[in-house]
Nanobody
Framework: VQLQASGGGLVQAGGSLRLSCAASGRTVSIYVMAWFRQAPGKEREFVAR????????YYADSVRGRFTISSDNAKNTVYLEMNSLKPEDTAVYYC????????????????WGQGTLVTVSS
C-alpha cells in the first residue's frame, strides 16, 4: 500500500484547508486510515482516524469540533477538512493506514505517506 498526501500550505489563523490522502496498491486490505502531525521539535501526534467500512471516526481533543475526517472509498482517498485553524496547528501532516489495528499511536499503523506541511500564521 502506498499513500500520497497533499493539500498543505500557508493559511492565516481562522482559515481552512483540506488535506487529501490517496491510497494505491492493495487498498482492499486497508481497515483504518488516520492523520497524524508533527511540529518542529515535537513528537508525532494523533489527529484523527476513520474506519473505512463503518465510517466510524475519532479525533484528538485538540482538533475535535474543528477538523473533520472523511473517506471516499471509491476513490481510495481520505480527507481532513481543517477549519478555524490556529498557529499551534502548524506541523507536517502525515496520513497513515493499517490493515487491522485501530489506535492513536504511530506504532499502530503499518503504512505511511510522505507528509504535507501546514503553516498557520497569526
Amino acid at each position: 500500500v502506498q499513500l500520497q498526501a497533499s493539500g498543505g500550505g500557508l493559511v492565516q489563523a481562522g482559515g481552512s484547508l483540506r488535506l487529501s490522502c490517496a491510497a494505491s496498491g492493495r487498498t482492499v486490505s486497508i481497515y483504518v486510515m488516520a492523520w497524524f502531525r508533527q511540529a518542529p521539535g515535537k513528537e508525532r501526534e494523533f489527529v484523527a482516524r476513520i474506519r473505512r467500512t463503518q465510517g466510524i471516526t475519532y479525533y484528538a481533543d485538540s482538533v475535535r469540533g474543528r477538523f473533520t475526517i472523511s473517506s471516499d472509498n471509491a476513490k481510495n482517498t481520505v480527507y481532513l477538512e481543517m477549519n478555524s485553524l490556529k498557529p499551534e496547528d502548524t506541523a507536517v501532516y502525515y496520513c497513515a493506514a493499517d490493515r487491522s489495528r485501530v489506535g492513536s499511536t504511530p506504532a499502530a499503523y503499518e503504512y505511511w505517506g510522505q507528509g504535507t506541511l501546514v503553516t498557520v500564521s497569526s
